[in-house]
């Protein structure tokens, strides 16, 4: 992780640039506003979900926010359904699967060098 944590810097929701998540292409693409790259343990961006039905096991502490549209979020054995401004808590180790026709989340995690201390 950076040891100098990066100025104050604004992001504007329209200029974002969101790219496809690991293997799933246009089904989940994200667009990330801070993370370890700014000295800093919290990561956190935007997510659009377009005819996703993507399993995870999340490997991170997060919180998620829907923002628009309809997010199901299959969990232990139960189906959440969130709507806009409803949030969920996802402990890291918990298998799931996202599923959503469209949806526009917004993600907290940490640590946010995640994938460096599996």
């Known amino acids: ?4 944590k990066t100025p104050v810097r604004l992001e504007r929701f ?3 640039e969101f790219m496809p998540r690991f293997e ?3 089904m989940a693409e994200v667009a ?12 956190t961006g935007w997510g659009k979900l377009t005819h996703a039905r993507i399993p995870w096991t999340i490997k991170y502490d997060e ?3 829907v923002f628009d549209g309809v997010l199901k979020l299959h969990a232990n054995g139960e189906v ?3 709507k806009a401004r409803d949030c969920i808590w996802l402990p890291k180790g918990t298998e799931l699967t996202y599923e959503a026709e469209s949806a526009l989340i917004h ?3 940490h640590p946010s060098n ?5």
Not at 1 to 4: F, T
Not at 32 to 43: F, K, N, Q, W, Y
């Open 63 to 65: 919180v998620l926010t």
């Open 24 to 26: 799933y292409g246009e």
């Open 107 to 109: 993600f907290a995690i």
């Open 32 to 43: 990330g506003i801070c993370s370890a790259d700014d000295g800093t343990e919290l990561g």
């Open 80 to 82: 959440h359904e969130l």
């Open 114 to 118: 995640w994938h460096e201390v599996e």
């Open 14 to 16: 329209d200029e974002l």
């Open 1 to 4: 992780m950076a040891s100098k």
